[in-house]
């Protein structure tokens, strides 16, 4: 069993910024794809960012160039640094740690608001 802890949210204003965390209790940390999503009320859960085991990233179009995922395998960590904030960015963040359809976990959710 795999734990995630996540960290980091909280209410900023539109155009701030805010780095959320997601900590795993594994020694097989590296080897995991991690991903970021996120759920707004009314709304299905959506995928914003990924990192590989080898540290590829991709993101989904509404956050480029405003979210940066990154990984710190020492620390069994993964990071969302989420810049240029709007309104629209207002979810529960969930980060999911995935090896293979067994060795799939998601964290308990962190809560970004977003407003003035």
């Known amino acids: 069993q795999v734990q995630l802890v996540e960290s980091g949210g909280g209410l900023v204003q539109p155009g701030g910024s805010l780095r959320l965390s997601c900590a795993a209790s594994a020694s097989i940390f590296s080897f995991a794809v991690m991903t970021w999503h996120r759920q707004a009320p009314g709304k299905q859960r959506e995928l914003v960012a990924t990192i590989t085991s080898g540290g590829s990233t991709n993101y989904e179009d509404s956050v480029k160039g405003r979210f940066a995922i990154s990984r710190d395998n020492a620390k069994n960590t993964v990071y969302l640094q989420m810049n240029s904030l709007k309104p629209e960015d207002t979810a529960v963040y969930y980060c999911?740690?995935?090896?293979?359809?067994?060795?799939?976990?998601w964290g308990q959710g962190t809560q970004v608001t977003v407003s003035s």
């Open positions: 999911n740690f995935h090896i293979s359809p067994r060795l799939d976990y």
